[in-house]
């Protein structure tokens, strides 16, 4: 299978896939943090290997602190889902964001293959992407992946609006496995996965991401 999309130093892409057959990919807190440390890891040309570190009884948490050399994307957000994920991007070297993805998707199938004894693809296909073109598209997109969880919670949401805009918030600021969290000034380890500064400045504030998200609970269409 072929990806029209072409991708450049210096520009933006959604980034984003599913379990194959629409199959969970996350079934428990555990998995989805393996993934999150991923993220962190595999943007690097260093080979990931945890192995070894874990067989030291470090803690994943405690791989955040390891020191990377050229990162391959500089990364603006992102959130998993139990059956798919949302990766917003920039490009930094050339097939940085193939790579990145290859080594992101190989390493977390081979531990969940290992873990859950199974064999095959876990993924549905390549991972698909669109270019992000325009400042206004950008920005949106930090709310449309940061709001993805509210899913899980009230999955009429956008249709329906909001029922309750406390307890989405709320929700949405405790939800470990999404960049969400760190907009909200909670200080965590995950934090070194974003590399704010190469985007727009959009959010100089925790008000402002705060307005800004409040504009967007209280709008039904959240759609490409």
Avoid at 201 to 206: P, R
Wanted: glycine share 6%; charged share 25%.
């Amino acid at each position: 299978m072929t990806r029209s999309i072409e991708f450049s130093i210096g520009e933006f892409y959604h980034l984003y896939n599913r379990g194959t057959e629409k199959r969970i990919i996350f079934n428990n807190k555990n998995d989805y943090e393996r993934f999150t440390l991923l993220l962190y890891l595999c943007n690097s040309l260093n080979k990931v290997d945890l192995g070894d570190y874990l067989r030291q009884g470090r803690t994943l948490l405690e791989l955040f602190d390891l020191e990377r050399n050229n990162t391959l994307v500089d990364i603006g957000a992102y959130c998993l889902m139990p059956n798919h994920f949302h990766i917003l991007v920039k490009e930094k070297l050339e097939g940085g964001i193939s790579l990145f993805m290859q080594k992101l998707t190989t390493a977390y199938t081979m531990y969940f293959n290992k873990k859950y004894n199974r064999t095959g693809t876990l993924f549905q296909g390549k991972f698909k992407g669109k270019h992000v073109i325009g400042y206004n598209y950008l920005k949106y997109l930090f709310a449309y992946i940061g709001l993805n969880p509210i899913k899980l919670i009230d999955k009429n949401w956008k249709e329906n609006g909001i029922k309750n805009l406390l307890e989405a918030k709320n929700f949405l600021s405790k939800y470990e496995f999404s960049s969400f969290v760190d907009f909200c000034d909670i200080s965590r380890k995950q934090k070194v996965i974003l590399v704010l500064d190469n985007f727009p400045k959009y959010f100089l504030s925790k008000k402002e991401f705060n307005d800004f998200i409040n504009d967007w609970l209280d709008y039904r269409e959240l759609e490409f």
